[in-house]
């Protein structure tokens, strides 16, 4: 998105002559680090101060410091242009996004609240169908949907659970208020990128600590493993885990191999597996190697090319059939798709109260669904201000921002819109929350969002503080890397009795 923050009458930042703050300004959006009246919030006073005695030279330096470390640590992500990759260093601002303890508890609470319930909803609708019944969700929404599979209605998998591993994302709103954009229960990526950021900032900014207790969040690979081990097959005492890339052209390559090495298993592709009397084996130097659960980054459609796609050369001929037989676990489930479908996301609410009759602790964001006719003439109407996007892209691909599109780009999405209305929704224009981000020598208000990592096994984990990212151009909104957005380090502060916990936390 490229909307420009509208201006607000509210007093600049107290930051003295010379600072990395001078000319600071406060607009529409809820500010992280400043108060309206340009006070900086009581959690980040001492992070305010040491920023503000940090010259612009310095803060050069670091910058160029962080950059050198992602260089040579060799993070990069791959952006797809004209069929061609480009591969970039990960950009991150290092400027820390400070979370406080009780301000946690209750996106902790609601995150896992709301992964419980897509988890029912999955195998609700994939068993019993109840939910679709019951009118609580319209079953042709589902049942037409993109990204559901009809190969899998009846099918049991492991544990009952189908998202192990999913990527939430919030943003908040000009109240303060942290809202839920989307969820990513398909193949989430980023959590490499979190872990990353914290051990670059500690490296080259080091005294930002200091003055605060940080939550940790390097026992992510470990508590991923955990997840992994825990839904092999009950035959296996000592089960192989492998992690499955499309190899080492996908845009999230890095993380593959990140992750594969911090957990320590084996990163395969496709052609290194192979199913022999529906058990998938490995191929390895010392001879086949049985698998026993298949950590994937492949999409659905590229999975296994006898089930879905027959041109696939990513997939693993004849691994879907095995894992309807139970001889291997796959995470995420094959299906979860239907839930992360941004045509479905309107009704995770509902799902809420209809699983676990309780209220939600996260609120989505206002939507629109054109697929309703009374809907479908609000959006045609307001297609100036709304954001409309196609419900199976990702990545801040398929979208129109009202505010900053053309007549023509308006005119092609009432076009298309009109001819398939369930390939759409739509959603007011959010000024996403703003933090100081160094940014021509200066620190300035750069859009933030927060994507948070919550797996699912044994119990529900979800990694204290997740990927801050940033939309670096002055005013845009979108934060994808795809889209040239940054990063920041999240930090979550030990809870030193702030407050209760919230109504409903477990």
């Given at each position: 998105?490229?909307?420009?923050?509208?201006?607000?009458?509210?007093?600049?930042?107290?930051?003295?002559?010379?600072?990395?703050?001078?000319?600071?300004?406060?607009?529409?959006?809820?500010?992280?680090?400043f108060?309206?009246?340009?006070?900086?919030?009581?959690?980040?006073?001492?992070?305010h101060e040491?920023?503000?005695?940090?010259?612009?030279?310095?803060?050069?330096?670091?910058?160029?410091?962080?950059?050198?470390?992602?260089?040579?640590?060799g993070?990069?992500?791959?952006?797809?242009?004209a069929?061609?990759?480009?591969?970039r260093?990960?950009?991150?601002?290092?400027?820390?996004r400070?979370?406080?303890?009780?301000?946690?508890?209750?996106?902790?609470?609601?995150?896992?609240?709301?992964?419980?319930?897509?988890?029912?909803?999955?195998?609700?609708v994939y068993?019993?169908?109840?939910?679709?019944?019951?009118?609580?969700?319209?079953?042709?929404?589902?049942?037409?949907?993109?990204?559901?599979?009809?190969?899998?209605?009846?099918v049991?998998?492991?544990?009952?659970?189908?998202?192990?591993?999913?990527?939430?994302?919030?943003?908040?709103?000009a109240?303060?208020?942290y809202?839920v954009?989307?969820?990513?229960?398909?193949?989430?990526?980023g959590?490499?990128?979190?872990?990353?950021?914290?051990?670059?900032?500690?490296?080259v900014?080091?005294t930002?600590?200091a003055?605060?207790?940080?939550l940790?969040?390097?026992?992510?690979?470990?508590?991923?493993?955990?997840?992994?081990?825990?839904?092999?097959?009950p035959?296996?005492?000592?089960?192989?885990?492998?992690?499955?890339?499309p190899?080492?052209?996908?845009?999230?390559?890095?993380?593959?191999?990140?992750?594969?090495?911090?957990?320590g298993?084996?990163?395969?592709?496709?052609?290194?597996?192979?199913?022999?009397?529906?058990?998938?084996?490995?191929?390895?130097?010392?001879g086949?190697?049985?698998?026993?659960?298949?950590?994937?980054?492949?999409?659905?459609?590229?999975?296994?090319?006898?089930?879905f796609?027959?041109?696939?050369?990513?997939?693993?001929?004849?691994?879907?059939?095995?894992?309807?037989?139970?001889?291997?676990?796959?995470?995420?489930?094959?299906?979860?798709?239907?839930?992360?479908?941004?045509?479905?996301?309107?009704?995770?609410?509902?799902?809420?109260r209809?699983y676990?009759?309780?209220?939600?602790?996260?609120?989505?964001?206002?939507?629109?669904?054109?697929e309703?006719?009374?809907?479908?003439?609000?959006?045609?109407?307001n297609?100036?201000?709304?954001?409309?996007k196609?419900?199976?892209?990702?990545?801040?691909?398929?979208?129109?921002?009202?505010?900053?599109?053309?007549?023509?780009?308006?005119?092609?999405?009432?076009?298309?819109?009109?001819?398939?209305?369930?390939d759409?929704?739509?959603?007011?224009?959010?000024?996403?929350?703003?933090?100081?981000?160094?940014?021509?020598?200066r620190?300035?208000?750069?859009?933030?969002?927060?994507?948070?990592?919550?797996?699912?096994?044994?119990?529900?984990?979800?990694?204290p503080?997740?990927l801050?990212?940033?939309?670096?151009?002055?005013?845009?909104?979108?934060v994808?890397?795809?889209?040239?957005?940054?990063?920041?380090?999240?930090?979550?502060?030990a809870?030193?009795?702030?407050?209760?916990?919230?109504e409903?936390?477990?």
């Amino acid at each position: 998105m490229t909307s420009p923050t509208a201006a607000v009458a509210a007093p600049p930042p107290d930051t003295g002559d010379g600072s990395v703050f001078a000319g600071y300004e406060l607009g529409a959006a809820y500010d992280e680090l400043f108060a309206a009246d340009g006070a900086p919030r009581p959690h980040y006073a001492a992070l305010h101060e040491r920023l503000a005695a940090t010259s612009s030279e310095d803060f050069r330096r670091r910058k160029a410091m962080t950059d050198l470390s992602m260089r040579e640590d060799g993070v990069g992500f791959t952006v797809y242009r004209a069929e061609e990759g480009i591969e970039r260093v990960w950009p991150m601002d290092p400027v820390p996004r400070i979370i406080p303890a009780a301000e946690w508890r209750r996106i902790e609470a609601g995150l896992v609240q709301r992964i419980t319930a897509l988890n029912l909803f999955l195998w609700d609708v994939y068993h019993e169908q109840l939910i679709l019944r019951d009118g609580v969700v319209p079953a042709r929404l589902v049942l037409q949907g993109g990204f559901f599979r009809r190969e899998f209605v009846g099918v049991d998998v492991p544990r009952k659970i189908y998202v192990h591993i999913c990527g939430t994302d919030l943003i908040r709103a000009a109240d303060g208020e942290y809202l839920v954009l989307e969820d990513n229960a398909r193949t989430p990526s980023g959590v490499s990128y979190m872990l990353q950021n914290r051990q670059v900032l500690k490296r080259v900014f080091p005294t930002l600590f200091a003055d605060y207790d940080v939550l940790p969040n390097d026992d992510y690979p470990a508590a991923l493993l955990d997840v992994l081990q825990w839904i092999a097959p009950p035959a296996s005492a000592q089960p192989t885990v492998v992690l499955l890339s499309p190899g080492i052209y996908n845009s999230a390559y890095f993380e593959h191999s990140y992750l594969a090495q911090r957990m320590g298993i084996e990163l395969v592709e496709g052609r290194d597996l192979f199913v022999d009397a529906n058990r998938v084996f490995m191929r390895t130097t010392r001879g086949p190697r049985r698998v026993d659960v298949i950590y994937r980054r492949i999409d659905d459609d590229f999975l296994d090319p006898l089930t879905f796609r027959p041109d696939s050369a990513l997939g693993v001929p004849g691994l879907v059939n095995a894992y309807r037989a139970g001889t291997v676990a796959l995470a995420n489930s094959v299906g979860t798709g239907i839930a992360d479908d941004k045509g479905v996301y309107p009704f995770v609410p509902a799902m809420i109260r209809y699983y676990l009759a309780q209220e939600p602790l996260l609120a989505n964001v206002e939507t629109f669904r054109p697929e309703v006719p009374a809907e479908r003439s609000h959006v045609l109407a307001n297609l100036e201000s709304l954001v409309v996007k196609r419900v199976n892209e990702s990545g801040g691909y398929g979208m129109l921002v009202g505010p900053a599109s053309t007549r023509q780009q308006r005119e092609e999405f009432r076009a298309a819109i009109e001819a398939n209305p369930r390939d759409f929704i739509a959603q007011p224009t959010i000024q996403l929350s703003t933090h100081p981000t160094f940014v021509d020598g200066r620190l300035d208000g750069r859009h933030v969002d927060l994507r948070p990592f919550v797996l699912c096994g044994e119990r529900v984990v979800v990694t204290p503080g997740g990927l801050t990212r940033v939309a670096l151009p002055k005013g845009s909104l979108v934060v994808n890397s795809s889209q040239g957005g940054g990063s920041k380090d999240t930090w979550i502060l030990a809870d030193r009795g702030d407050g209760p916990p919230p109504e409903g936390a477990r």
